[in-house]
């Protein structure tokens, strides 16, 4: 086909996260980013039209378009949010107009009446694989490790390969004071394995939880990065021990100190390092937008 793997690997998620759902239902198709504005005014009420409309067999599915750059070429997408149906791998009504969820209503009405989509009621089965995952997510964002660990378990009894089960059970681990048992998970994925955004997270916050350093070996760090501002591997190396000690501020403080003095120090690894953190926490986290400032202020001020 020519394409790259990375090419390959979207076609692939894009096949089974909305093509082969479609054989049976209506796809919402959603092209949205993070920076987006009326892409967060408008996924609420995707969502909840979804949700209302799922016994009728329709589903969202949602494409970051920084993320997945040559899916929205192929769709030639201008401008964000873009929104389309999809039937049988095939877009059958462009959605974007429809901002409201009278007018989302009203479409979804019309194409339901025309296409011979499988209803699925919710009581027709349990929950998907994916519920069952984000459950145990919220168990772990609660600090019930132990009752997540066995949901993610129980996924991957299931459905080996399923990534966000993995990614959750790894988690998990190292949320049990297990990361060595992590770590060897980890390391016996396959690269494509470890691609998945989710997995990248882990294996960040793995390599991360490897650079924990008791108090007197932090302080040796500490005292070293001081004594000598230019000694750039004492700061990195004083980062990674302050992250995985949880002081983010110490850690980032850290990282842009390289960054201001010197950004392409070892193929710019403090900023390639401060941006996994940032992947890892979240983007949608208050310090981790606060940081982001900090350090566009450094590159671009």
């Not at 998907?128 to 996924?155: K, M």
Request: with cysteine; charged share 25%; hydrophobic share 50%.
């Amino acid at each position: 086909m020519g394409l790259t793997t990375e090419e390959q690997k979207a076609v692939q998620a894009f096949r089974n996260d909305v093509v082969e759902p479609s054989m049976t239902k209506l796809v919402i198709l959603d092209f949205w980013a993070e920076w987006c504005g009326p892409c967060k005014q408008l996924t609420p009420v995707l969502e909840k039209v979804a949700t209302d409309y799922a016994d009728k067999g329709v589903v969202l599915a949602k494409i970051n378009v920084d993320e997945n750059k040559f899916i929205a070429a192929q769709f030639q997408i201008r401008s964000i949010p873009t929104v389309y149906a999809m039937f049988q791998g095939q877009p059958v009504a462009d959605l974007t107009n429809a901002r409201t969820e009278p007018q989302l209503s009203a479409m979804l009405d019309q194409l339901l009446a025309k296409l011979p989509v499988q209803a699925g009621g919710a009581g027709d089965a349990g929950p998907s694989l994916d519920e069952v995952a984000a459950a145990g997510a919220d168990a772990l964002a609660e600090g019930a490790n132990e009752e997540a660990y066995a949901i993610f378990t129980e996924i991957l009894g299931v459905d080996p390969e399923h990534k966000a089960a993995l990614a959750g059970m790894l988690e998990a681990l190292i949320a049990l004071d297990r990361a060595a048992e992590a770590q060897a998970i980890f390391t016996s994925l396959s690269d494509e394995q470890r691609a998945d955004s989710a997995l990248e997270r882990v294996g960040t916050k793995l390599s991360i939880v490897a650079e924990a350093r008791d108090p007197e070996e932090l302080r040796a760090l500490r005292a070293a990065a001081e004594a000598d501002p230019a000694d750039h591997q004492a700061r990195y190396d004083l980062a990674n021990a302050l992250m995985a000690a949880n002081d983010r501020d110490g850690a980032a403080e850290a990282l842009l100190a390289i960054i201001a003095t010197d950004r392409e120090w070892n193929d710019g690894a403090a900023r390639s390092r401060l941006l996994e953190i940032f992947s890892m926490i979240g983007l949608e986290d208050p310090w981790v937008a606060a940081t982001r400032r900090k350090l566009s202020a450094i590159l671009f001020g």
